[in-house]
């Protein structure tokens, strides 16, 4: 059901569409037992890989759990209170920002082409724009899993660091997040709606 907009405003977009990616979607910790398929993840990744990052970076990377093999591997390294949410979820994203970004830079950025060798030694820079711009990204993410008719349940209550020294040892991600995903068992959520903001209470038009 579309909600009642206190200032309603055309968009570009139809009601139906702002309800699925926005108004009606919920955080989300009550599954059905319908599986994530690969191609689901693939086409909400589909979306979000085009949200804008600086230099087209795109630091996010992604691990996707789903084993019950992989889950008592990540379990542990969660937040009590989101230990059962990681069991009880058909996939679990962690969701990482790669600081070794630039390495791509020549392919996804090639109008600056020595934007990799300047970036090269700049190490605290990089992992600053590894995080600040993965943490866009996994907003994109989370509109592309709504897209593709998934739900998400996002997460921090995480041992970033065990997370890591498990995951990711190789590679140098960082782990920031973990989202939930999967089909929605009704509203998701045993929980009703929490009040937003009205636009006048955080933004100023100068």
Do not use: C
């Not at 989300?28 to 085009?50: G, H, I, P």
């Not at 008592?72 to 058909?90: I, Q, S, T, W, Y």
């Not at 990089?126 to 899993?145: D, S």
């Amino acid at each position: 059901m579309t909600e009642t907009l206190t200032h309603p405003t055309a968009l570009a977009v139809g009601d139906d569409v702002a309800d699925l990616l926005f108004r009606t979607a919920r955080t989300t910790s009550l599954w059905t037992d319908a599986e994530v398929s690969d191609d689901e993840l693939r086409a909400a990744w589909d979306l979000a890989k085009f949200g804008p990052t600086a230099m087209n970076i795109l630091p996010l990377r992604v691990l996707a759990v789903r084993s019950d093999e992989a889950k008592a591997r990540l379990v542990p390294h969660m937040a009590d209170g989101n230990k059962a949410k990681v069991e009880a979820a058909p996939v679990s994203l962690v969701l990482a920002a790669d600081p070794a970004f630039h390495e791509h830079l020549d392919t996804l950025f090639p109008v600056y082409p020595g934007m990799k060798d300047q970036l090269a030694p700049a190490v605290e820079a990089r992992e600053a724009m590894a995080r600040k711009n993965a943490l866009i990204q996994a907003g994109y993410l989370m509109v592309g899993i709504r897209a593709a008719g998934l739900a998400a349940g996002p997460m921090d209550g995480m041992d970033n660091d065990g997370v890591d020294a498990e995951f990711f040892a190789s590679s140098g991600w960082k782990s920031f997040m973990v989202i939930n995903v999967g089909h929605a068992d009704g509203e998701g959520s045993p929980y009703p709606r929490g009040p937003r903001l009205a636009f006048e209470q955080v933004a100023e038009i100068l």
